[in-house]
């Protein structure tokens, strides 16, 4: 049985849906890219005269703060998208 047409009003938008996965997506890799390449090496010297639990900062985030960030942007993710998903109605 074939779905009844949606109305104009009901449609999805993906015009407007897309540019703003990819922008979330793109923002989201940068901020994981600054954590775990530019904390943990670039930026190492100037956070090592920091200290979080006895250890330096930049070896604490190339040790233990990338991967705790990493996870809470892939939980951030998520809402994030349960929320685009909301307001352009898409299925996901």
């Given at each position: 049985?074939?779905d009844?047409?949606?109305?104009?009003?009901q449609?999805?938008?993906?015009?407007?849906?897309?540019p703003?996965?990819?922008?979330?997506t793109l923002?989201?890799?940068?901020?994981?890219f600054?954590?775990?390449?530019?904390?943990?090496?670039?930026?190492r010297?100037?956070?090592?005269?920091f200290?979080?639990?006895g250890?330096?900062?930049?070896?604490?985030?190339?040790?233990n703060g990338?991967?705790?960030?990493?996870?809470?942007?892939i939980f951030?993710?998520c809402?994030?998208?349960n929320r685009?998903?909301?307001?352009?109605?898409?299925?996901?």
């Amino acid at each position: 049985m074939a779905d009844a047409p949606e109305s104009p009003d009901q449609s999805p938008d993906r015009k407007g849906y897309w540019p703003e996965v990819i922008r979330l997506t793109l923002t989201l890799l940068a901020l994981w890219f600054l954590v775990s390449f530019g904390a943990g090496i670039l930026f190492r010297e100037f956070l090592d005269q920091f200290h979080i639990g006895g250890a330096p900062l930049g070896f604490w985030f190339a040790q233990n703060g990338s991967i705790y960030v990493f996870v809470a942007l892939i939980f951030y993710y998520c809402a994030a998208m349960n929320r685009l998903e909301k307001k352009y109605r898409i299925e996901g």
